[in-house]
Structure formats: structure tokens, C-alpha cells
């Protein structure tokens, strides 16, 4: 495996650690990627050279795990991959995180020239790919005979309380090979989905892929997003009167409206109160067709909805049709303010859609 060099002008025989590092980012890093981080570091120092198969024969780790780390700091930007046109390993650039600008990090160093990665292993992009590669049997034998992997399926057993069948351990490989996760994550993962209740491979697979998109490495990381998630969930179950666990579709309505619609919670909460004051059926759907109008008129906090309402409120005292541009911005938002509002008809045109 090819070389690259990892170097800097003025060179010395130390290694110069911030302390924005030490600070900001070396408590949400694991081992493996605290010690590769530190090691780059050194070997620039040094201007010497190295390859990942020679940081993981240093570390005693897989080149896979190397790799994974080095997307770790990539994602935390506090360095940049270059891949060539086979998508092999052509740079590393180390990125000089205390200064910022406009535009981001201040680039500092860069190295060179090519390494090639682990066949499996793929760059990360603008655009990931999240499908699932399908995995050849001597692929699977491979991963379940490694000792690296053999303790996370025999955990995911215990989790699952059965043996793992071959298509959920192509998943777990998955886990590792396509989303990059550590098996810390993985643990983490398996564990939230069955506290959950949720033991089908394919509700975990789903939950995995939205936690690598919102760029989750770490199982601190994932905590803090799940009571996040999960807070703003039961919270509009309450709002909405309703109780239990949410059904998918309940949870997918709050999903939406999360990071698609980018609502924060007071906006959500909103809705929810409309809602409940105009109809006691289908409320989800309602509260949906609500946000669903102030996102296409480019709602981003209360005071846009106000101007809705002083909007709608004018129109209606002038006892006439809105002029046809605040009629087409309003139209579907005035809807949710009639009090004499058919919702029978409403329901019966949500229940068709």
C-alpha cells in the first residue's frame, strides 16, 4: 500500500497540541480516533511519512477502523479527504480549527501524495450513499470470523434475545462498512431500538441511516439527539391529547415537520393549540395540513405567523375577497381560521390524500 507524507515548514521535535482540542473536541473522541488525530499531528511534525496500513499495525487496530476515523475528524472538520478518480486516498488536509471565517475553517497544511484505502471502504461525499450494498458469503464469513466484529453480534444477541440470522448481520456490517459506525455506536443503537420495543432489523436499519444523515458518530452524540427527538414527539402527543407510544405515522408527521419543515418547537406547539381549539378528529393530519401552509408561505417564528393572521383578519373585515397576490399566499393559511369551518369536509379530504 502506497505512502503519503505528512509534513509543515519549521519543523521540530514536538508535537504541538491546541487547546481548542483539548477543550472542544477530545471529550466527544473515542480512543482509536484520539490516538490517529495525535498521531497525524506528530508525523507532520516530524515530516515523516506513514500509511493507514501503518497506523493500524501502530494502534493494533483494523485499517477500516483507521479509516473511520479519519471521516470522524472530517465530519468534525478539523480535517478534508481527497480522493483521485478511483476514489483512492489522494490527501489529507489538516485544517487549523481555531481560526475561523465566513467561509469556515482557515485551510493550513496539506499532504500527499496517494494511499489507497480498504476495498470496502468508501469517501464520504456532499451526497452519501445510505443503500445497502449486497454482501457475497465470504464477505459475511469474513466479518462474523473477525474479532473485532465477533463481540458487537454476539451483544446484538443478547439485546435481540436469539441468534442473529445472516441478512441481520449483513445489516450490522452495513452498520460498520457503509455508515461508519464504531461499535460503541452500534451497542448504543441496538440497545435504543429494543428499550424501544422495536426488534425488526429493518425499524434499527432505518433509525441507523437517519442517525448517520444527521452526521451522529458518537453514542453521546446519538443520546443527546434521541431526547431531543423524543421530547418533541411525546410533547405533541400531549398537546394534540393524545397518550401511548406514537405510531409510526405519528412519528413520521413529527419527523417531517423537524427536518424537513426545520419548525422549532414553539412553532410546532402553535399548530398543535390551533388544532385542538378547531377539531377533536384526525388531529395529527390537521396539525400537518397547518404547518404543511406556513411552510409554503416561509413561516420561521411566531412574528411571520402573526402577519398570517393580520393578514387574514383584514380580508375578512373588508368583507370582500383578498387582492389576488395575498389570496394566493394566504389562501390555504385562512382555511385553519374560519371558526365556521366544515370539518367534515376537511377530514374527508385529508382521509383521501
Known amino acids: 500500500m502506497a505512502h503519503f507524507k505528512i509534513y509543515q515548514e519549521n519543523c521540530a521535535d514536538v508535537t504541538v497540541v491546541s487547546n481548542i482540542f483539548i477543550d472542544e473536541y477530545m471529550k466527544d473522541a473515542n480512543d482509536a480516533q484520539l490516538k490517529i488525530y495525535l498521531y497525524l499531528l506528530r508525523m507532520m511534525s516530524a515530516g515523516l511519512s506513514t500509511s493507514v ?191 401511548g407510544t406514537p405510531t409510526k405515522a405519528e412519528a413520521g408527521f413529527v419527523s417531517r415537520w423537524i427536518k424537513e419543515y426545520g419548525f422549532t418547537s414553539d412553532i410546532i406547539m402553535e399548530a398543535c393549540n390551533r388544532t385542538v381549539m378547531a377539531t377533536d378528529k384526525h388531529r395529527f393530519e390537521y396539525a400537518d395540513s397547518i404547518l404543511t401552509s406556513w411552510h409554503k408561505n416561509q413561516v420561521h417564528n411566531q412574528s411571520d405567523i402573526k402577519v ?14 383578498p387582492q389576488a397576490r395575498v389570496s394566493s399566499q394566504y389562501s390555504q393559511f385562512n382555511q385553519f381560521m374560519h371558526t365556521d369551518y366544515d370539518f367534515d369536509a376537511l377530514e374527508k379530504e385529508i382521509l383521501s390524500n
Request: hydrophobic share 35%.
Open 53 to 243: 496500513s501503518n497506523i493500524a499495525d501502530q494502534f493494533n487496530h483494523t485499517e477500516k477502523d483507521v479509516v473511520r476515523a479519519l471521516k470522524y475528524w472530517e465530519k468534525n472538520r478539523l480535517l478534508t479527504l481527497e480522493y483521485d478518480d478511483s476514489k483512492n486516498l489522494s490527501g489529507i488536509q489538516l485544517l487549523d480549527f481555531s481560526k475561523k471565517t465566513d467561509k469556515g475553517f482557515k485551510e493550513t497544511t496539506c499532504l500527499a501524495p496517494v494511499v489507497k484505502l480498504p476495498a470496502k471502504a468508501e469517501p464520504a461525499g456532499e451526497n452519501p450513499d445510505y443503500s445497502k450494498p449486497c454482501y457475497s458469503l465470504d464477505q459475511l464469513k469474513e466479518f462474523k470470523n473477525n474479532e473485532e466484529t465477533a463481540q458487537i453480534l454476539f451483544v446484538a444477541e443478547q439485546y435481540l434475545g436469539k441468534p442473529l440470522s445472516p441478512s441481520e448481520i449483513k445489516t450490522i456490517l452495513f452498520f460498520t462498512d457503509r455508515l461508519g459506525f464504531s461499535e460503541d455506536l452500534i451497542d448504543y443503537l441496538i440497545q435504543y431500538c429494543v428499550d424501544k420495543g422495536k426488534k425488526d432489523f429493518r425499524y434499527i436499519e432505518k433509525v441507523a441511516i437517519s442517525w448517520a444523515q444527521e452526521g451522529i458518530s458518537t453514542p453521546k452524540q446519538a443520546a443527546k439527539y434521541v431526547v431531543k427527538y423524543d421530547k418533541t414527539v411525546y410533547s405533541v402527543m400531549k398537546a394534540l391529547g393524545k397518550s
Open 308 to 321: 398570517l393572521d393580520e393578514a387574514y383578519a383584514k380580508s375578512k373585515a373588508a368583507g370582500a375577497r
